[in-house]
């Protein structure tokens, strides 16, 4: 006859192992919406190679202009825009049109924003105008964010964030802030001798001091010897958005078009 402290170990174990299972399975969730799965970027690799390869070469590249493995275009393109593009071809006779099934054709748009990976991650990238409206609206983006020379300080600039993060980055930003911050990037609280409490942004810090944006967009250059309290926070100001997940595509859309291609 098992123990009792055997049967207790055997049923804390199955409870941690569904415990690790159901928190994996949340974590997951939380994306499910926002981009293609596996199986929709395989299907797209068999179909890209049968039909598109031949132009676009299995690179990407075979287009002047056009590299669809690193997502570049002669103009920025929503996942839509791709579709349009990809059923009705393009003019003068330079790309006929494809008439593929529906899952076909995400199939490609998701091979497309995998980067040619089949075991890669194909974020949904929506309309950018609508983008930028909901950054500089319902999003309240516009009210942390810098963009070309316009918004205040309190958080990053983002006027070429485009260029240096991809849109699997942007989506973990804006659906798990406190996994995508960058430790420069981290609050600080920093109190005075004389009793003075800042926080802000930290910009840059070496051994002897600490320059930050404060709560009032100031920017300040502590030394820390001069100081009783010092704190770098790993929890960002950033809230999870609360966006459906075609506004969440929306606005990577828009935020790809800042600084660079897509």
Request: proline share 4%; charged share 25%; hydrophobic share 35%.
């Amino acid at each position: 006859m098992p123990s009792f402290i055997s049967l207790s170990i055997f049923w804390l174990s199955a409870f941690l192992v569904l415990l690790t299972t159901t928190e994996q399975s949340l974590a997951q969730s939380a994306y499910a919406d926002h981009q293609y799965t596996s199986e929709d970027i395989e299907a797209g690799s068999r179909v890209y190679i049968a039909e598109c390869a031949l132009c676009h070469q299995r690179s990407g590249s075979g287009v002047d202009g056009v590299d669809l493995r690193l997502g570049q275009f002669r103009r920025a393109l929503s996942d839509n825009d791709l579709r349009e593009v990809i059923t009705t071809g393009v003019s003068n006779g330079r790309m006929p049109g494809l008439d593929l099934r529906q899952d076909e054709l995400d199939g490609i748009v998701a091979y497309i924003r995998a980067g040619f990976d089949p075991s890669g991650i194909a974020v949904k990238v929506g309309d950018a105008a609508r983008g930028q409206m909901l950054f500089e609206g319902e999003g309240q983006c516009s009210t942390c964010h810098r963009v070309h020379g316009r918004g205040p300080y309190l958080a990053p600039d983002l006027s070429d964030i485009g260029v240096v993060r991809t849109a699997a980055a942007l989506q973990r930003t804006l659906l798990e802030p406190s996994s995508a911050l960058l430790p420069i990037n981290r609050p600080v609280r920093a109190v005075t001798r004389d009793g003075q409490t800042i926080q802000g942004r930290r910009l840059n810090e070496d051994t002897y001091t600490v320059q930050l944006i404060d709560s009032e967009e100031r920017l300040r250059s502590l030394i820390k010897s001069d100081l009783v309290e010092y704190e770098v926070s790993e929890t960002p100001t950033m809230e999870p958005t609360t966006l459906s997940s075609d506004e969440v595509a929306d606005l990577i859309g828009y935020l790809l078009t800042l600084g660079g291609l897509r």
